[in-house]
């Protein structure tokens, strides 16, 4: 990109803040606007960000030069008042989508995409590709307890981002490799149906350029490796022998089966975490990885105990889709 600034609206948020945290390291003046100051604001301001928590307060836009840009995401309206002014300076305004396309170009993009599980998964994938010892950069929509951040940078060869159906935002995406954990309907502000969903989804894959790993739940219309709990699945967690929790269990691969011992537990995770393997395993030699199932990193609202007392449990978790909802009742019971 030839502009070297770059104001974020909504930069508190989780994937705001992950780009804007890459922006810096690249060597951006970066500005942002949010409501609320968080975790990530404080970050970003130790890092050298300028940002403003006054809706009515544009001055930091109005420092801006006319190669700059201002990125909103798909749920921020072009009517908003940073919008327009930005506009009225003949300031480019884009999506956080085309930025982080334009960010891409510099990596082979690794994306996961899916309905549900796209941000466990993804951070599982970060740890394999670490434990692997690639050069990579990660993009999370979570914060990741192994990096303590949604961010890490440790090299340029490759980039593990989230692909966000949500107003068809993954279409800006050329992936060396793609994932797929599931679709479900949802997002029918934006899609028809869910044979529009899944279409989406399809065109999604075409535009990978190499390997593709899908859940096996997905129709045969989708290429690739599979994973899951069945006999088509390449990548197979074979249930008789798994535990009742899921922390240990078989897996078959292509090459081999493995008994596997993971701090995780849950089928969901169970899934994520083989998912994760699978896309890891094109890179390098999948025997390696096998250890790495007993460190998985926790993820920030992901089933975390806040509170743990005689006085009662409270427990955070991100789940907000019905198919999560089950998933999650299923899991506490």
Do not use: W
């Not at 544009?58 to 420092?63: E, G, K, N, P, T």
């Not at 993804?122 to 950069?137: G, I, V």
């Not at 249930?239 to 691969?253: C, I, N, R, V």
């Not at 701090?263 to 395993?281: D, E, K, M, R, S």
């Amino acid at each position: 990109m030839s502009t070297k600034q770059v104001y974020f609206i909504g930069i508190a948020g989780i994937g705001m803040s992950a780009l804007a945290q890459h922006a810096i390291q690249m060597g951006f003046e970066v500005f942002g606007y949010d409501r609320n100051a968080n975790d990530q604001t404080s970050m970003l301001e130790a890092m050298g960000a300028s940002i403003t928590y006054e809706i009515d307060d544009v001055s930091l836009i109005d420092q801006l030069n006319s190669t700059s840009v201002v990125v909103r995401t798909s749920a921020v309206p072009l009517d908003h008042l940073h919008c327009r002014h930005a506009v009225s300076l003949n300031i480019r305004v884009i999506k956080r989508a085309e930025l982080l396309a334009q960010f891409l170009k510099d990596f082979k993009a690794i994306a996961v995409a899916g309905t549900h599980g796209k941000t466990s998964t993804s951070s599982f994938l970060a740890h394999f590709l670490k434990m692997a010892h690639l050069n990579f950069s990660a993009f999370l929509g979570g914060v990741s307890a192994e990096f303590g951040s949604n961010y890490f940078n440790s090299g340029t060869d490759y980039a593990v981002v989230e692909a966000d159906e949500f107003d068809r935002s993954f279409l800006t995406l050329t992936p060396e490799i793609s994932l797929i954990t599931n679709i479900e309907v949802d997002h029918l502000d934006c899609y028809a149906d869910l044979s529009d969903l899944e279409n989406a989804f399809l065109q999604f894959q075409s535009q990978t350029l190499k390997q593709c790993v899908v859940h096996e739940s997905l129709s045969d219309r989708f290429r690739g490796f599979r994973y899951g709990l069945s006999d088509r699945s390449h990548y197979q967690i074979l249930t008789s022998t798994a535990s009742l929790d899921f922390s240990a269990y078989l897996l078959k691969t292509p090459k081999a089966v493995y008994a596997i011992q993971s701090n995780t537990t849950g089928l969901h995770n169970a899934l994520n975490a083989v998912a994760a393997f699978a896309v890891a395993a094109q890179f390098t030699e999948e025997t390696k990885l096998i250890e790495a199932f007993q460190t998985l990193p926790t993820i920030q609202r992901r089933f975390n105990v806040v509170v743990d007392s005689n006085a009662g449990l409270y427990i955070d978790d991100y789940a907000h889709h019905p198919s999560e909802l089950a998933a999650l009742h299923s899991f506490a019971k």
